[in-house]
């Protein structure tokens, strides 16, 4: 069975610094799907960026990127120049063909100023 | 991005009645939904996926004669709770896997902005 593993379960970081988030995953298959999503405390659930598990390049959006290690199946995220609007709890995510996405644990981040 | 609206965004019963929770994707189509449920300070539960004209599948321990959905267009998917009690105040999110419009990939779930149930 897959399984999602997020070891921090709170995290903080500095204003304008960077701060790296763990996330590691178990599967079998080798055509997925791994996402980040952040819930502010709106509990809106925002998609923050995916990874394509076919692609090697590491996604990047604007500060946020990971970085995909598919073989030790990890699947980082690096926020630089942190913001006070970047508190919030992270969910990684994967998914595979059945389309259901299981979740981590969260990690919760603060930002401090 | 795509969006997906829930109603209604908190809704207090008393125990023993029903509630339904509506859940619409507004600019695409989705003919797979999603409802999870995420108790205090924890990560979320997927419940049962929703299927547009057919019947829900629901994961292991979820009671499908207590959380009902219908899933009847490419927009719309509802949860109903059926006789709820205490234990089932939390908070229910649904999403909505794009299946075309929206100028999004498919294979990325968008969610709603969750309901709130307490149950007296």
Redesign the interface.
């Known amino acids: 069975a897959q399984t999602v593993t997020q070891s921090q379960p709170e995290m903080s970081v500095q204003e304008a610094e960077t701060v790296t988030l763990s996330c590691t995953y178990d599967t079998s298959e080798s055509d997925y799907?791994l996402?980040w999503?952040k819930q502010p405390p709106?509990?809106?659930?925002?998609?923050v960026i995916?990874q394509?598990a076919y692609k090697q390049q590491n996604a990047t959006e604007n500060r946020f990127s990971v970085n995909f290690q598919k073989a030790a199946k990890s699947f980082s995220l690096k926020i630089s120049d942190s913001q006070l609007g970047d508190a919030a709890m992270y969910?990684c995510a994967y998914?595979a063909g059945t389309?259901?996405?299981?979740?981590?644990?969260?990690t919760r981040l603060k930002v401090l100023a | 991005?795509a969006v997906v609206s829930q109603h209604p965004s908190r809704v207090i019963c008393k125990s023993g009645t029903s509630v339904k929770i509506e859940c619409r994707s507004l600019d695409f189509q989705a003919t797979?939904m999603?409802w999870y449920r995420?108790f205090p300070k924890?990560?979320?539960m997927?419940m049962a996926?929703s299927n547009e004209g057919s019947k829900a599948t629901y994961e292991q321990g979820v009671e499908k004669d207590k959380f009902l959905i219908n899933h009847a267009s490419l927009t719309l998917s509802t949860l109903t709770v059926t006789s709820a009690h205490p234990e089932d105040s939390s908070?229910y999110?649904c999403?909505a896997?794009v299946t075309s419009g929206g100028g999004t990939p498919p294979?990325?779930?968008?969610?709603g902005?969750?309901t709130r149930l307490l149950v007296l």
């Open positions: 799907y996402f999503y709106s509990r809106q659930m925002i998609l995916r394509e969910f998914r389309y259901k996405y299981i979740f981590g644990t969260g | 991005g797979t999603f995420q924890q990560s979320l997927l996926t908070f999110i999403s896997r294979e990325t779930q968008y969610f902005p969750g």
